[in-house]
């Protein structure tokens, strides 16, 4: 079983300012990570995944994340944000094998303000 | 749309009722989830579908919450004798593979008086 820890219920940051949204997670086994988002008033989209390769994975719109495996860490990055970026942020994980249940953290509220 | 489509979108109920929320997966992908996400949490995993059959039921809290997906592509998350800790956003995703990208609808609100 796996499980994830977002410890920043909500994070405010002034616009162009640079984020971290922190996520730890737990497993006895191998992971794959994700981070999703959460819009105003939409469905839950990916922005970014871990699966295999480079531990440092990029979203289309200028968010990373690295894996840490000794640190059991996936945090989220933005060097400047925009207003648009305000949303709820779920980092999950699940394990490589055939059964791809995601378990998600509690989630961290972005507010991006002027 | 090409997405997951889910009805309906708010449903209030009373405590004690029968009810239904369905799930429409993107055309294709054999794997359909049903999660449950309260105020102020994060999706909580209900049940995982392989084609027809449930592959992994081990989140549904109870006997009351039943789902079957009969044909391999709409699903029906069922809940009966509704209490009103049921209350919460009833979330489905499909996915093509398993490497964990699910897509997401925009949830069945769920309100039981």
């Known amino acids: 079983a796996q499980s994830v820890t977002q410890l920043d219920s909500q994070v405010p940051v002034f616009e162009e300012a640079p984020v971290e949204l922190r996520c730890n997670y737990s497993?006895?086994?191998?992971?794959?990570l994700f981070w999703y988002v959460q819009y105003p008033n939409q469905g839950l989209q990916l922005l970014l995944k871990?699966?295999?390769?480079?531990?440092l994975v990029e979203s289309i719109n200028g968010f990373e994340a690295e894996f840490n495996k000794s640190q059991t860490s996936f945090h989220l990055r933005k060097p400047s944000v925009h207003i648009s970026d305000t949303a709820e942020y779920f980092c999950?994980?699940?394990?490589?094998?055939?059964?791809?249940?995601?378990?998600f953290g509690t989630g961290t509220r972005l507010q991006v303000t002027l | 749309g090409a997405g997951v489509s889910q009805t309906p979108s708010n449903k209030v109920t009373e405590k004690g009722k029968y009810v239904e929320l369905r799930c429409d997966p993107i055309?294709?992908?054999?794997?359909l989830y049903w999660y449950r996400q309260s105020l102020g949490q994060g999706p909580e995993f209900l049940i995982y579908?392989?084609?027809?059959?449930?592959?992994?039921d081990s989140g549904l809290p109870n006997d009351r919450f039943f789902a079957v997906r009969p044909e391999g592509s709409v699903s029906t998350l069922k809940i009966q004798r509704t209490e009103r800790g049921d209350s919460a956003v009833y979330l489905c995703?499909?996915?093509?593979?398993?490497?964990?990208?699910?897509?997401f609808g925009e949830g069945s609100r769920l309100t039981v008086l």
């Open positions: 995703a499909s996915s093509r593979d398993y490497t964990g990208e699910l897509f």
């Open positions: 497993s006895s086994v191998s992971v794959y």
């Open positions: 871990y699966l295999s390769g480079s531990t």
């Open positions: 999950a994980v699940s394990g490589t094998g055939t059964d791809s249940k995601l378990t």
């Open positions: 055309s294709g992908h054999t794997a």
């Open positions: 579908f392989q084609g027809t059959g449930a592959a992994d």
